[in-house]
């Protein structure tokens, strides 16, 4: 499984914008990209996936640059509700969703 | 709601008691997974079920003991634990074998042991 690195908190303000970024420097070449967000004492939920370039949904974006060795979670216009854990993970067939520390996202009023 | 449901959601046990923890998915998905999370801490995989066969088996102590009985039902079944097994634990599934794996967790079991 491919081991990733993302920082270990960030803060942010209502109504900014937060890109979140994950280093996976050996990506295999099945290998997609997950991120999972968690609010305290609930289990993880699922926010996007990727695979190369660019994936948008209502939610979030995940921006894949060429090589594939690092990724970048953004999320448009946060709230305080989005104060959560963030979890980028890395894997393909046979993913046994293994899940790092996260990255904690504070976001103030 | 994601699907996924464990009961109890909260349980208080002696380190004497025997107990089972419930999950339970109708999405059609053949793999289920049980992680544990203790505070502040990330969440640990302890055991993975594809097709209703044990696929892995993160060192977890033998108190700790899975059940597969079909595709849609997983149980942990525990016995003789420790204050230190206190945490939050999570039932996940999804589709095994699959290159782009979404998963769906459950609300959790708070677990408390005296």
């Known amino acids: 499984l491919a081991k990733t690195t993302q920082p270990i908190s960030m803060d942010s303000y209502e109504g900014q914008e937060v890109n979140i970024t994950c280093s996976h420097n050996?990506?295999?070449?099945?290998?997609?990209i997950t991120w999972y967000q968690q609010f305290p004492s609930q289990g993880p939920r699922f926010i996007i996936q990727?695979?190369?370039t660019k994936v948008t949904n209502e939610v979030a974006s995940l921006f894949i640059p060429a090589d594939r060795k690092s990724s970048t979670l953004s999320l448009p216009r946060v709230s305080l509700s989005d104060t959560a854990v963030y979890y980028c993970?890395?894997?393909?067939?046979?993913?046994?969703?293994?899940f790092g520390a996260g990255t904690i996202l504070r976001v103030k009023s | 709601e994601t699907g996924v449901t464990q009961t109890p959601r909260h349980l208080v046990m002696g380190m004497t008691n025997k107990k089972s923890l419930k999950c339970e998915q109708h999405?059609?998905?053949?793999?289920m997974y049980w992680y544990k999370q203790s505070a502040k801490k990330p969440l640990e995989l302890m055991f993975v079920?594809?097709?209703?066969?044990?696929?892995e088996n993160n060192s977890v102590p033998s108190r700790f003991s899975p059940e597969c009985p079909n595709s849609s039902h997983l149980f942990l079944h525990l016995h003789t634990l420790q204050p230190e097994d206190s945490a939050l634990y999570l039932c996940?599934?999804?589709?095994?074998?699959?290159?782009?794996?979404?998963?769906?967790f459950g609300q959790g079991t708070r677990l408390t042991v005296v």
């Open positions: 996940a599934s999804s589709q095994y074998k699959t290159p782009n794996t979404e998963a769906f």
């Open positions: 999405l059609g998905h053949n793999a």
């Open positions: 079920y594809s097709l209703e066969e044990r696929v």
């Open positions: 990727g695979y190369k």
């Open positions: 993970l890395v894997g393909g067939d046979g993913n046994k969703l293994v």
């Open positions: 050996n990506i295999a070449t099945n290998d997609y």
